[in-house]
């Protein structure tokens, strides 16, 4: 058994694409052997005890979710070991504000020459970065709101479905899953 992050893409709690944290955690206690169900903020961030593998209880939640609340979207897991890895390999440690630097995490192995063709539509002072599985970027001074990094650009490049978090959202992540 492994604490872990499940971690949703593209969810709210209101408006399109709602999944009701409360309701997702009640539904996940009621229909999966997952264990210890817990919530961090209200974006996506589920922390529970996986007992199975990991990439079929991420199926298996994406289709509950599908199912409940007519949201499709990805579910990325990353264990304690792999969270706390990607944060010590952060690539851009020189950071100073942790809501300008992301990790994405990929559910796969990205296409080739995605991070080539993502370095073409880089603005001033953004930076990126891949590891494994996991795509650093680092919006600079302009932040998320400035980025031709769209969630479009990004998918198409990529060719594998991810979902990002803040260094801030990271760290916690990390101490959630201890």
């Avoid at 210890?36 to 994406?62: F, H, K, L, M």
């Avoid at 010590?88 to 809501?99: H, I, K, L, R, T």
């Amino acid at each position: 058994m492994r604490r872990c992050a499940l971690l949703l893409r593209a969810v709210n709690v209101s408006g399109r694409n709602r999944v009701p944290m409360a309701e997702l955690r009640t539904l996940l206690a009621e229909r999966t052997a997952l264990e210890r169900i817990t919530t961090y903020i209200a974006s996506g961030n589920v922390i529970a005890d996986v007992t199975g593998d990991p990439a079929a209880t991420a199926e298996q939640v994406r289709g509950l979710i599908r199912e409940a609340f007519d949201v499709d979207t990805p579910v990325i897991v990353r264990s304690h070991d792999a969270l706390e890895r990607a944060l010590a390999e952060n690539p851009f440690p020189d950071v100073q504000v942790d809501s300008a630097l992301h990790v994405m995490f990929l559910a796969g192995e990205p296409a080739p020459g995605a991070t080539d063709a993502l370095r073409t539509r880089l603005r001033p002072g953004e930076r990126i970065a891949l590891i494994g599985h996991d795509l650093w970027i680092d919006y600079g001074d302009g932040g998320v709101a400035g980025t031709k990094l769209t969630r479009a650009v990004l998918d198409r490049a990529l060719g594998v479905a991810g979902t990002a978090r803040n260094l801030l959202t990271l760290r916690r992540l990390v101490e959630l899953t201890a």
